[in-house]
């Protein structure tokens, strides 16, 4: 069964960094592209941004590009998204999917950018 | 950018009905529109993709049409457990992008 299950989500200040992981089990990470996906407090989704199944295509949305990082670890079967210069419109829920057609999709991590 | 545009931004249905629900591209997108269903507090769940197919282990009452710019989601004969939000998105063109979602209630 494919399980998606994302960490590292939680409050921080404006300016500041988190990073997200997303611990992937129940098929062959290393052969999907993953997507990560927001969404904000009583809003729709949000695409942020895709990686290649060998992190060799990599793309993001305007909205982070040159604030967050995409990259993936496929002997240890992780998505990350490392995000740095958080706004308060950042606040939201974060999720992983997996394919750029998120066939599977965890259960998100609350990140709230607050002082 | 690609723009989805869904339609209607919500509705409202008695237990039995077909309900259907509309996305337009602002461009042709062959075949590339997934349809996900998401329960109030829940991540959003695939419900189909390629426009038409159904995902592994989504009941048969949920059904895809459409191509290039115009796509359907049906749902026959509507249950309470489908009340939630529905959203199309487009994966031909990076940014990928969604829908801006349906809200389904029950009347």
């Known amino acids: 069964e494919v399980h998606l299950v994302e960490s590292g989500g939680g409050l921080v200040q404006p300016g500041g960094s988190l990073r997200l992981s997303c611990a992937a089990s129940?098929?062959?990470?290393?052969?999907?592209?993953m997507i990560w996906v927001r969404q904000a407090p009583g809003k729709g989704l949000e695409w942020l941004s895709y990686?290649?199944?060998?992190?060799?295509?990599?793309y993001y949305a305007d909205s982070v590009k040159g604030r967050f990082t995409i990259s993936r670890d496929n002997a240890e079967n992780s998505l990350f998204l490392q995000m740095n210069s958080l706004r308060s419109d950042d606040t939201g829920v974060y999720y992983c999917?997996?394919?750029?057609?998120?066939?599977?999709w965890g259960q998100g991590t609350l990140v709230i950018v607050s002082s | 950018d690609i723009q989805m545009t869904q339609s209607p931004s919500s509705l409202s249905a008695s237990v039995g009905d077909r309900v259907t629900i509309t996305c337009r591209a602002s461009?042709?997108?062959?075949?590339?529109l997934a349809w996900f269903q998401q329960k109030p507090g829940k991540a959003p769940k695939s419900l189909i993709y390629g426009a038409s197919s159904l995902q592994s282990g989504v009941p048969s009452k949920f059904s895809g049409s459409g191509s290039g710019t115009d796509f359907t989601l049906t749902i026959r004969s509507l249950q309470p457990e489908d009340i939630g939000t529905y959203y199309c998105q487009q994966y031909n063109y990076y940014p990928l992008t969604f829908g801006g979602g349906t809200k389904v209630e029950i009347k």
């Open positions: 129940g098929f062959t990470f290393s052969g999907y592209e």
């Open positions: 999917a997996r394919g750029y057609e998120a066939s599977y």
């Open positions: 990686i290649s199944s060998t992190d060799n295509t990599i």
């Open positions: 461009q042709g997108i062959g075949n590339y």
